[in-house]
Protein backbone atom coordinates (compact mmCIF):
# COMPACT_ATOMS: atom_id res chain seq x y z
CA UNK A 1 0.00 0.00 0.00
CA UNK A 2 1.30 3.89 -0.92
CA UNK A 3 0.68 6.35 1.44
CA UNK A 4 1.32 8.39 4.29
CA UNK A 5 1.86 7.00 7.63
CA UNK A 6 1.99 8.70 11.42
CA UNK A 7 2.51 7.48 14.23
CA UNK A 8 1.30 7.17 17.10
CA UNK A 9 -2.46 8.03 16.66
CA UNK A 10 -2.74 9.93 20.32
CA UNK A 11 0.11 11.29 22.07
CA UNK A 12 0.29 12.15 25.84
CA UNK A 13 3.09 14.18 27.42
CA UNK A 14 3.90 16.53 30.60
CA UNK A 15 4.88 20.13 29.98
CA UNK A 16 7.85 20.53 29.57
CA UNK A 17 8.86 17.57 27.25
CA UNK A 18 10.25 17.78 23.99
CA UNK A 19 8.18 15.34 22.02
CA UNK A 20 8.50 14.02 17.83
CA UNK A 21 6.07 12.78 15.86
CA UNK A 22 7.10 10.54 13.05
CA UNK A 23 5.95 11.40 9.42
CA UNK A 24 6.37 8.31 6.87
CA UNK A 25 5.94 8.25 3.26
CA UNK A 26 6.25 5.61 0.45
CA UNK A 27 5.10 7.31 -2.24
CA UNK A 28 8.38 8.75 -3.53
CA UNK A 29 7.16 12.62 -3.14
CA UNK A 30 9.40 15.48 -3.19
CA UNK A 31 7.65 17.68 -1.00
CA UNK A 32 5.99 17.07 2.44
CA UNK A 33 4.45 19.30 4.77
CA UNK A 34 3.49 19.59 8.66
CA UNK A 35 0.21 21.38 9.73
CA UNK A 36 -1.52 21.68 12.86
CA UNK A 37 -5.14 21.93 13.60
CA UNK A 38 -7.29 23.32 16.30
CA UNK A 39 -10.96 22.68 17.09
CA UNK A 40 -13.29 24.05 14.67
CA UNK A 41 -10.29 25.51 12.68
CA UNK A 42 -8.88 25.32 8.81
CA UNK A 43 -5.36 23.30 8.84
CA UNK A 44 -2.41 26.41 9.76
CA UNK A 45 1.18 25.13 8.32
CA UNK A 46 3.82 24.37 10.67
CA UNK A 47 7.24 23.39 8.70
CA UNK A 48 7.21 22.62 4.65
CA UNK A 49 10.48 20.66 3.00
CA UNK A 50 10.53 21.05 -0.90
CA UNK A 51 13.75 18.36 -1.41
CA UNK A 52 15.77 16.34 1.18
CA UNK A 53 18.09 18.31 3.61
CA UNK A 54 16.22 21.63 2.95
CA UNK A 55 13.10 23.01 5.19
CA UNK A 56 11.10 26.50 5.18
CA UNK A 57 9.10 27.72 8.21
CA UNK A 58 5.17 28.08 7.74
CA UNK A 59 2.83 30.24 9.36
CA UNK A 60 3.45 29.12 12.84
CA UNK A 61 7.13 27.47 13.08
CA UNK A 62 7.67 29.15 16.68
CA UNK A 63 8.47 26.15 19.39
CA UNK A 64 8.29 23.55 16.71
CA UNK A 65 11.62 21.97 14.98
CA UNK A 66 12.18 19.56 11.46
CA UNK A 67 14.55 17.52 9.69
CA UNK A 68 14.51 16.05 6.29
CA UNK A 69 17.75 13.77 6.22
CA UNK A 70 15.57 11.01 4.14
CA UNK A 71 13.14 11.66 1.00
CA UNK A 72 10.60 9.10 2.65
CA UNK A 73 10.87 10.86 6.31
CA UNK A 74 10.22 14.25 7.85
CA UNK A 75 10.05 14.32 11.81
CA UNK A 76 8.13 17.35 13.75
CA UNK A 77 9.78 17.87 17.41
CA UNK A 78 7.42 20.36 19.68
CA UNK A 79 9.44 21.79 21.85
CA UNK A 80 9.10 23.02 25.43
CA UNK A 81 9.11 26.40 23.81
CA UNK A 82 5.65 25.83 21.84
CA UNK A 83 3.03 27.48 24.29
CA UNK A 84 -0.10 26.07 23.31
CA UNK A 85 1.23 22.19 21.87
CA UNK A 86 -2.10 20.23 22.28
CA UNK A 87 -3.62 19.64 18.65
CA UNK A 88 -4.25 17.86 16.14
CA UNK A 89 -1.25 17.07 13.88
CA UNK A 90 -1.26 16.39 10.39
CA UNK A 91 1.50 15.23 7.71
CA UNK A 92 1.39 15.76 4.19
CA UNK A 93 3.13 15.28 0.68
CA UNK A 94 3.28 16.02 -2.54
CA UNK A 95 4.65 15.21 -5.64
CA UNK A 96 6.75 17.89 -6.63
CA UNK A 97 6.43 21.32 -4.36
CA UNK A 98 4.04 24.16 -4.97
CA UNK A 99 0.57 24.34 -4.44
CA UNK A 100 -0.76 23.47 -7.85
CA UNK A 101 -0.53 19.93 -6.75
CA UNK A 102 -2.81 17.85 -4.84
CA UNK A 103 -1.81 17.12 -1.58
CA UNK A 104 -1.90 13.75 0.59
CA UNK A 105 -2.26 13.38 4.09
CA UNK A 106 -1.74 11.12 6.83
CA UNK A 107 -4.39 10.10 9.33
CA UNK A 108 -3.27 12.66 11.89
CA UNK A 109 -1.79 12.40 15.33
CA UNK A 110 -3.27 13.53 18.52
CA UNK A 111 -1.24 15.89 21.11
CA UNK A 112 -2.22 16.32 24.27
CA UNK A 113 0.14 18.21 26.63
CA UNK A 114 -0.95 18.37 30.05
CA UNK B 1 -2.42 34.33 6.86
CA UNK B 2 -5.88 33.38 6.15
CA UNK B 3 -6.77 33.01 2.78
CA UNK B 4 -10.31 30.95 1.88
CA UNK B 5 -13.14 31.37 4.49
CA UNK B 6 -15.77 29.12 3.99
CA UNK B 7 -19.57 29.40 3.69
CA UNK B 8 -22.05 28.19 6.32
CA UNK B 9 -19.70 26.92 8.89
CA UNK B 10 -22.04 24.21 9.25
CA UNK B 11 -24.55 22.96 7.32
CA UNK B 12 -27.24 20.22 8.01
CA UNK B 13 -29.39 18.40 5.22
CA UNK B 14 -31.31 15.16 4.41
CA UNK B 15 -30.19 12.10 2.37
CA UNK B 16 -31.02 13.24 -1.32
CA UNK B 17 -30.80 16.54 -1.12
CA UNK B 18 -28.24 19.17 -2.65
CA UNK B 19 -25.10 20.37 -0.30
CA UNK B 20 -23.87 23.48 -1.54
CA UNK B 21 -20.71 25.28 0.33
CA UNK B 22 -18.84 28.52 -0.76
CA UNK B 23 -15.24 29.59 -0.62
CA UNK B 24 -14.30 33.42 -0.74
CA UNK B 25 -10.55 34.38 -1.40
CA UNK B 26 -8.88 37.87 -1.39
CA UNK B 27 -5.82 37.45 -3.05
CA UNK B 28 -5.47 36.59 -7.06
CA UNK B 29 -5.11 32.63 -7.02
CA UNK B 30 -3.97 30.22 -10.22
CA UNK B 31 -6.15 27.28 -8.83
CA UNK B 32 -7.70 26.07 -5.95
CA UNK B 33 -8.39 23.03 -4.29
CA UNK B 34 -11.23 21.25 -2.12
CA UNK B 35 -10.56 18.72 0.29
CA UNK B 36 -12.75 16.51 2.53
CA UNK B 37 -11.88 15.47 6.35
CA UNK B 38 -13.96 12.75 8.27
CA UNK B 39 -13.96 13.52 12.21
CA UNK B 40 -10.58 12.61 13.59
CA UNK B 41 -8.96 11.78 9.79
CA UNK B 42 -6.57 13.49 7.42
CA UNK B 43 -7.79 15.25 4.38
CA UNK B 44 -8.62 13.71 1.10
CA UNK B 45 -8.19 15.96 -1.65
CA UNK B 46 -12.06 16.28 -4.22
CA UNK B 47 -11.25 18.63 -7.05
CA UNK B 48 -8.31 21.13 -8.36
CA UNK B 49 -9.77 24.08 -10.30
CA UNK B 50 -7.39 26.40 -12.16
CA UNK B 51 -8.30 29.88 -12.37
CA UNK B 52 -8.60 29.81 -16.33
CA UNK B 53 -11.90 27.58 -15.40
CA UNK B 54 -15.04 28.20 -14.44
CA UNK B 55 -16.37 24.63 -13.66
CA UNK B 56 -15.31 20.96 -12.97
CA UNK B 57 -17.35 17.87 -12.69
CA UNK B 58 -16.06 14.96 -10.28
CA UNK B 59 -19.00 12.25 -10.29
CA UNK B 60 -21.49 14.45 -7.93
CA UNK B 61 -18.97 16.97 -7.61
CA UNK B 62 -19.18 19.96 -9.47
CA UNK B 63 -16.75 23.17 -8.10
CA UNK B 64 -17.47 26.40 -9.78
CA UNK B 65 -14.71 29.37 -10.04
CA UNK B 66 -15.54 33.12 -10.34
CA UNK B 67 -12.19 34.98 -10.51
CA UNK B 68 -14.35 38.38 -10.59
CA UNK B 69 -15.69 37.37 -7.22
CA UNK B 70 -12.62 35.93 -5.91
CA UNK B 71 -15.55 32.94 -4.99
CA UNK B 72 -15.99 29.41 -5.86
CA UNK B 73 -18.82 26.78 -4.95
CA UNK B 74 -19.10 22.88 -4.01
CA UNK B 75 -22.16 21.23 -4.62
CA UNK B 76 -22.53 17.66 -3.82
CA UNK B 77 -26.08 16.25 -5.41
CA UNK B 78 -28.17 13.76 -4.63
CA UNK B 79 -26.19 13.69 -0.74
CA UNK B 80 -25.61 10.49 1.58
CA UNK B 81 -25.29 9.79 4.86
CA UNK B 82 -21.43 9.23 4.47
CA UNK B 83 -21.04 12.50 3.04
CA UNK B 84 -20.76 13.70 6.16
CA UNK B 85 -17.66 15.51 6.76
CA UNK B 86 -15.43 18.84 6.98
CA UNK B 87 -15.07 20.64 3.54
CA UNK B 88 -12.18 22.80 3.29
CA UNK B 89 -10.79 25.18 0.44
CA UNK B 90 -7.44 26.10 -0.06
CA UNK B 91 -5.65 28.31 -2.27
CA UNK B 92 -2.24 29.62 -3.43
CA UNK B 93 -2.73 32.99 -2.46
CA UNK B 94 -0.85 33.53 -6.20
CA UNK B 95 1.87 31.46 -6.15
CA UNK B 96 3.96 32.75 -3.06
CA UNK B 97 6.26 30.09 -2.33
CA UNK B 98 5.29 26.32 -1.95
CA UNK B 99 2.14 26.88 0.31
CA UNK B 100 -1.54 26.21 -0.02
CA UNK B 101 -4.03 28.33 2.53
CA UNK B 102 -6.70 26.37 3.89
CA UNK B 103 -10.03 27.92 5.17
CA UNK B 104 -11.95 27.26 8.32
CA UNK B 105 -14.18 24.21 6.61
CA UNK B 106 -17.61 24.13 6.57
CA UNK B 107 -19.19 21.24 8.67
CA UNK B 108 -21.77 18.86 6.58
CA UNK B 109 -24.32 16.55 8.39
CA UNK B 110 -26.34 14.46 5.96
CA UNK B 111 -29.12 12.90 8.22
CA UNK B 112 -30.85 9.50 6.74
Known amino acids: DGGITQSPKYLFRKEGQNVTLSCEQNLNHDAMYWYRQDPGQGLRLIYY???????QKGDIAEGYSVSREKKESFPLTVTSAQKNPTAFYLC?????????????FGPGTRLTVT | SQQGEEDPQALSIQEGENATMNCSYK?????LQWYRQNSGRGLVHLIL?????REKHSGRLRVTLDTSKKSSSLLITASRAADTASYFC????????????FGQGTELSVKP
Open chain 2, 49 to 53: IRSNE
Open chain 1, 92 to 104: ASSIVPGPSYEQY
Open chain 2, 90 to 101: ATDEGNQGGKLI
Open chain 2, 27 to 31: TSINN
Open chain 1, 49 to 55: SQIVNDF
